[in-house]
């Protein structure tokens, strides 16, 4: 048997209660925030990916899927939405809408990540962007619109932790104090913080070789080394969110994983779900535009991984309703009522009713065992009899009431399936 690739998830039926609710209040709560709903490529050029998430980084390091394409293309399966969006934004002409332009989009990505439970190979995310506000309150809306969502679907007892690591203007100074810190240690680094150390200290904070993890107990903090404006920035946002209502707890230990960031970063994170307990992660990246080629224009965003927010929906005993039932089940006995029973079926459909009748053949005794495991309400048993009058048994399963219908009036039927 062919199983599916490691690190790979079906989504089966029962577990679609879950994503509709997720996908329809991310879309209801962005629509409230003024955000409109984009799609972007699955795959990009793998250049876009090198220049906005970093070539430095774990996810272009070690975890992106990149394939050559028939005519020698170097094209990359998207790890995040974030450089795609800015991407589209750019060669869309978009920089000069009026600012603030607002985001979101419900995408799948791919990262070639060690599988455990909330980390796959595939996953999805909703993300939202913001473009055009280099305003703290542009961050405090953004961490709204994530609260919002979270608890949207009914997860309770997230924290939101925040941070901010600077720009390029105070990033060089703290860059040179990781250096120094680390720099006695080198030889306990993997090889890839050994380059890092010269190429980018920073991303030694975020690697997830457990060694490097325990060397960075005790490390500078960026928030320790911030210039005036960003420092100004960070107590302003928490300002606002303090204005919001919104709680939050400064941890100088969150630095993401991702090379577009400044100044404010931020994760909610759940205490229900395991190791993995980031369920959204997000900040600003005000440098990202430029880069790509586009204006001077800032940015900030998010993004929740929608199998963590299930685990933690499914831990806070959030219940959902089930797939449909069916109002009406017809069993026929013989071809032609077979016939008639579908036409009546899809006639019943088209009314906005659902009815199922029998297409595998069973007999009378198991079409009705069948029609009682998918939870009929109704069912309408329609032999030769019933053709030849015109009228059949309508029963009720549930209180074994019966009563006689007409087997081609859908009105009259529609009135008895109450
Ligand atoms: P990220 O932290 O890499 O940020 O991913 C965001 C969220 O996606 C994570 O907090 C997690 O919930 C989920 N996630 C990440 N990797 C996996 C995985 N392998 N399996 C399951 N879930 C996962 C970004 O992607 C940024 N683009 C977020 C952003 C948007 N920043 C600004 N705008």
Redesign the pocket.
Known sequence: MIQKPRGTIDIMPEEMPYWYKIEQTARKVSALYGFSEIRIPTFENTELFARGVGDTTD?VQKEMYTFTDREGRSLTLR?????GVARAVIENGRCSDAMPLKLFYIIN?F?Y?KPQA????E???Y???LFGSDSPAADATIIALAKAVIEGIGITGTELHINSIGCPDCRPEYHSKLREFFTSNEAALCPTCRERLKTNPLRILDCKNEDCQKLTEGAPKVIDCLCAPCAEHFESLKSYLAASGIDYIVNPTIV???D??TRTVF?FISDKIGA?S??????R?DGLIKQLGGPALP???????????ILAMKACGVELPGSSKPRLYIAPMGEAAQREALCLTTKLREAGIHAECDIVGRSLKSQMKYADKIGAKYTLIVGEAELESGTAILKNMETGEQSETGVRDIDALRRLLV
């Open positions: 996810i790890p995040e939405g974030t450089a990505c990262r990540e909330g980390r796959s190979r996953f999805y995310q993300g939202a962007e993401r994983g991702l577009y960031y994760e993995q980031t369920v959204c992660g997000g900040g990246y940015g900030i965003g998010f993004a929740m991984g929608m199998t963590r927010l």
